[in-house]
Nanobody
Framework: QVQLVESGGGLVQAGGSLRLSCAASGRTFSNHAMAWFRQAPRKEREFVAAIGWSGRYTPYVDSVKGRFTISRDNAKNTVYLQMNNLKPEDTAVYYC??????????????????WGQGTQVTVSS
């Protein structure tokens, strides 16, 4: 059974940093795209960043460019999201996702078929 487990969320002041991790188990995803999405209260789920199987192609939503960095360790079956210079508007539940059918990273949540349970990130002003 495939499981994605996120960790690293928490409460941080504006300008601070957090590093999210998402460890996959039950299947190896070294050849597949992985991504991070987030959902704030009363808002739809939003694409944050994705990474292709090789790690060379990493699209981001405009609002996090220059502040967030997605990376992966295929040996550990894990994807990371380094978040710097956090802002109150980054407050949300962050979800990792895997596309088991493709190594090409996409921003469409419908492309991803495995999801984690989410980790809360709260940024205070």
């Amino acid at each position: 059974q495939v499981q994605l487990v996120e960790s690293g969320g928490g409460l941080v002041q504006a300008g601070g940093s957090l590093r999210l991790s998402c460890a996959a188990s039950g299947r190896t995803f070294s050849n597949h795209a992985m991504a991070w999405f987030r959902q704030a209260p009363r808002k739809e789920r939003e694409f944050v960043a994705a990474i292709g199987w090789s790690g060379r192609y990493t699209p981001y939503v405009d609002s996090v460019k220059g502040r967030f960095t997605i990376s992966r360790d295929n040996a550990k079956n894990t994807v990371y999201l380094q978040m710097n210079n956090l802002k109150p508007e980054d407050t949300a539940v962050y979800y990792c996702a895997v596309d088991s059918r493709s190594g090409f990273p996409q921003s469409d949540p419908g492309a991803y078929d495995y999801w984690g349970q989410g980790t809360q990130v709260t940024v205070s002003s």
